[in-house]
């Protein structure tokens, strides 16, 4: 545990909380609540026996209301796969690991990587194995195929992306999942952004790719589509030969995902992707703001095209310690943003900006101090 990072969010959480009135630009949340009908928990209440453990993987409307998503968003429709309900998609990563390895296996991140994500790997016991995106954080299918070893049990993807907001091409996804067939390990594809295209980019589900059932695990969340992240509820598809083993798992860490939260979850998805929609919407307009706030540090930043989730990774042109910038900007010019050095960008420095949980003036306002702020520090 000694070698496994400590969480990023809370250090910056502290630093802001020191300095009042800091905008951020940091953490991945959206600025909308679930939707009434998450929140209206008659049906839950209304049965005394929903106040004791359920199935491991689900109660059974949950999962009858999954399986329709599915199909009608990500063209999955369940051959050979089974769907287990979790307390988020982070749960869903660890469960896939715990089942799928053994101490001192190997998993293959795309670099830059999702920090839990690594953090999860050290904390099974098993070793990390970072591929470097190219130029415009897209996937680079020839150089995943160099790096798995014998020791290799699954390639992970993350589209729409979490620290890059890049979406993988259907093109190259497809590529990965058949070098993962064809090499007889794991596709883990993490799609808990899903959600969240602009500019006319679709989502491409590797779980909907032809013979792709039996290797494939596809982890999804409700935390950001639907403003659920406390509520802790994710889920995963997974090849139906893992169930028993990620049922042990699950068993042994949460026995079940908690009830009350999967009530919500069914109402949440009852009222369907019309409830997002406009919400997903206004994130993309303030999408807009920043990209025209982000035109201001050309000279100082390379910025790469990003379409999807709620980021932007700037790589700025300093040889500033990507973490001591940071804290220069909640300090000097209360705005803040995560070092890319947590998302495995140590050389360089690298500054991840998140839009997703402001309103399009708060935005303005914060990327205005963030602007400045850099053109301040760099000058």
């Known amino acids: 545990m000694q070698a496994v990072q400590s969480p990023v969010i809370p250090i910056v959480g502290e630093l802001i909380r020191t300095f009042p009135g800091t905008i951020s630009l940091g953490q991945g949340i959206v600025y909308y609540p679930p939707p009434p009908e998450a929140t209206d928990l008659t049906q839950f209440f209304a049965d005394p026996t929903n106040h004791q453990y359920k199935a491991i993987e689900g109660i059974s409307p949950l999962i009858a209301a999954i399986k329709a998503k599915l199909q009608a968003f ?4 369940l051959d050979k796969q089974c769907i287990m309900v979790t307390a988020g998609s982070n749960m869903g990563f660890m469960n896939a690991l715990l089942a799928i390895t053994s101490i001192g296996d190997e998993i293959i991140l795309q670099k830059p990587y999702y920090f839990n994500h690594e953090m999860a790997i050290q904390i099974a016991g ?3 194995v970072f591929v470097s995106t190219d130029e415009n954080y897209q996937l680079r299918p020839d150089a995943i195929a160099q790096a798995i070893t014998a020791k290799t049990k699954a390639v992970v993807t993350i589209s729409p992306n979490n620290p890059t907001g890049a979406v993988y091409s259907e093109e190259a996804l497809h590529k990965v999942n058949q070098l993962c067939r ?3 390990i794991y596709h883990i594809s993490d799609e808990a952004y899903e959600y969240f295209t602009y500019d006319g980019v679709k989502h491409v589900s590797p779980g909907a790719f032809p013979h792709s059932n039996a290797h494939t695990i596809s982890l999804y969340s409700l935390s950001k589509a639907y403003g659920f992240a406390s509520w802790r509820i994710g889920y995963m598809v997974i090849p139906e030969n893992l169930l028993v083993d990620i049922k042990k798992v699950q068993d ?3 026995i ?3 009830v009350v939260s999967q009530y919500a979850a069914l109402g949440a998805l009852q009222t369907g992707f019309d409830y997002c929609r406009s919400h997903i919407q206004a994130i993309a307009s303030v999408r807009q703001v920043v990209v025209r706030s982000l035109d201001s540090l050309q000279g100082l930043c390379t910025i790469a095209p990003a379409n999807g989730a709620f980021y932007f990774l700037l790589k700025v042109h300093t040889q500033l310690d990507a973490f001591e910038l940071t804290k220069r900007l909640i300090r000097e010019h209360r705005v803040a943003v995560l070092p890319g050095t947590v998302f495995g960008m140590d050389q360089g420095c690298y500054l991840r900006v998140a839009y997703g949980a402001l309103q399009e003036s708060t935005a303005k306002e ?6 400045k702020g850099l053109q301040t520090i760099l000058a």
């Open 74 to 77: 990500n063209s999955i429709a």
């Open 126 to 128: 098993c070793r990390p």
């Open 182 to 184: 064809d090499r007889g």
């Open 252 to 254: 042994t860490n949460l």
């Open 256 to 258: 079940c995902p908690p």
């Open 366 to 371: 914060g990327m205005e101090r963030l602007v």
